[in-house]
């Protein structure tokens, strides 16, 4: 009988462990910790305790509104089930070792400000699926393996601030479309493949505070219209194959750019930047 009493305890504290979330969710909280070798995080979960327990998991009005796993230890892949936390607001899952392809059910997450997915081992093109998420304001995918174009349709994301792609494997030219991207503050397409013109129309985002072009092949010169952006007070791009060389800089004040050019300077260490 007291086994009985037992058992009925223990399914009861179950069920009252995933009862604040949807079953969808709450499978898909699983489907991750099954493919990314949740045993094996730093910080896993006990799937006995309630899952507003759950480490980096945080809860709002019975939905999951953001997961930060950072610095986890998080390796495979990622499923496609995370495109069922479709109340997501920010996503981190910087600095672990995934590899695989970014999953196009990420486009589910509709409500999704902040993709985080920096420092792993993601292979494949951006998915341009993306592009639906017309919330987003910080998407951080740098320091990957990614490959291919920037697809268009990330220049429908007109609430960015922040579009960091750098260290990447990335080729082709950058968007004219960017102009699009009107609340862009930080713009970093750093250390990839890229080529072609710098476009002018960088100079119609009128927040940019820092633009990172350097150890790319772009050619030509850089936009003199450049010097129109008021706020930007961090330039990089060095390393490029453009008709003259710049130093980098980064300072309070907007750079001169009749002053980038380089006269035996050495030019500052380029690092990514957050």
């Not at 462990?17 to 070798?37: I, Q």
């Amino acid at each position: 009988m007291n086994t009985l009493k037992l058992t009925v305890i223990l399914l009861l504290t179950t069920i009252y462990s995933f009862a604040s979330v949807s079953t969808s969710e709450k499978d898909a909280l699983l489907a991750l910790y099954n493919a990314t070798n949740g045993s094996e995080w730093n910080s896993a979960w006990n799937l006995d305790e309630p899952i507003d327990t759950w480490y980096g998991v945080k809860i709002e009005d019975n939905q999951i509104v953001e997961i930060n796993l950072q610095f986890n230890n998080l390796q495979g892949s990622l499923p496609q089930e995370i495109g069922n936390l479709v109340f997501l607001r920010k996503l981190n899952f910087g600095f672990n070792k995934l590899s695989g392809t970014i999953p196009a059910s990420l486009k589910n997450l509709k409500n999704l400000t902040d993709l985080e997915l920096y420092m792993n081992r993601f292979e494949g093109s951006i998915p341009s699926e993306l592009g639906e998420l017309k919330k987003l304001e910080s998407l951080k995918l740098y320091s990957n393996q990614l490959t291919g174009e920037i697809p268009n349709s990330l220049m429908g994301l007109t609430n960015l601030k922040e579009l960091l792609l750098g260290s990447n494997f990335l080729t082709g030219n950058i968007p004219r479309e960017i102009y699009a991207l009107s609340k862009l503050q930080k713009l970093s397409l750093m250390d990839n493949k890229m080529d072609g013109e710098i476009p002018v129309e960088i100079a119609q985002l009128k927040n940019l505070e820092e633009l990172l072009l350097s150890t790319n092949q772009f050619t030509g010169n850089l936009p003199i219209d450049l010097i129109n952006l008021t706020k930007l007070n961090t330039l990089m791009v060095s390393d490029n194959k453009l008709n003259q060389e710049y130093i980098s800089v980064s300072g309070k004040n907007p750079p001169v750019l009749g002053l980038l050019e380089a006269q035996n300077s050495t030019a500052v260490m380029d690092i990514e930047k957050e």
